[in-house]
C-alpha cells in the first residue's frame, strides 16, 4: 500500500473542497481507509472512515452532515467531498489504511498512511 494525499487548498469559509488518496501499490480493496487531520499544536483526529466494501461510513460529530467519504476500489481511490467548510477545519489531512473489519478511530492502529494534504479556510 503507497498512499498519496491531493486536492487541499485555501477556500473561503463556505466553500467547498474534494479530497483524493490513491494507492499506488493497488491493494488497498480489503482494507479499511481513513482520513485524519491535524492543526498545528494539536493531536491528530480521527475525520472519517470508511469500509473496504464501502456499506459502512464514519464521521466525526465535527464534520458529520458536511464532509462526505467515499471510495471507488476500481481506481484503488478514496475521497472526502467537504462542504461548508469553517476556519476550524484548517489543517493537515492525512489519508490511512489499515487490513481492519470495522472501521477505528484512533490514529496509531493504521499501519499505512500517506502524506499531508493542507487544507486552508479562511474567514
Known amino acids: 500500500v503507497q498512499l498519496q494525499a491531493s486536492g487541499g487548498g485555501l477556500v473561503q469559509a463556505g466553500g467547498s473542497l474534494r479530497l483524493s488518496c490513491t494507492d499506488s501499490?493497488?491493494?488497498?480493496?480489503?482494507?479499511?481507509m481513513a482520513w485524519f487531520r491535524q492543526a498545528p499544536g494539536l493531536e491528530r483526529e480521527f475525520v472519517a472512515g470508511?469500509?473496504?466494501?464501502?456499506?459502512?461510513?464514519e464521521y466525526s460529530d465535527s464534520v458529520k452532515g458536511r464532509f462526505t467519504i467515499s471510495r471507488d476500489n476500481a481506481e484503488n481511490t478514496m475521497y472526502l467531498q467537504m462542504n461548508n467548510l469553517k476556519p476550524e477545519d484548517t489543517a493537515a489531512y492525512y489519508c490511512?489504511?489499515?487490513?481492519?473489519?470495522?472501521?477505528?478511530?484512533?490514529?496509531?492502529?493504521?499501519?499505512?498512511w500517506g502524506q499531508g494534504t493542507q487544507v486552508t479556510v479562511s474567514s
Open positions: 501499490g493497488h491493494s488497498i480493496r480489503r482494507s479499511v
Open positions: 470508511i469500509s473496504w466494501g464501502g456499506g459502512t461510513t
Open positions: 490511512a489504511a489499515s487490513p481492519f473489519t470495522i472501521v477505528r478511530r484512533t490514529s496509531n492502529e493504521y499501519r499505512f
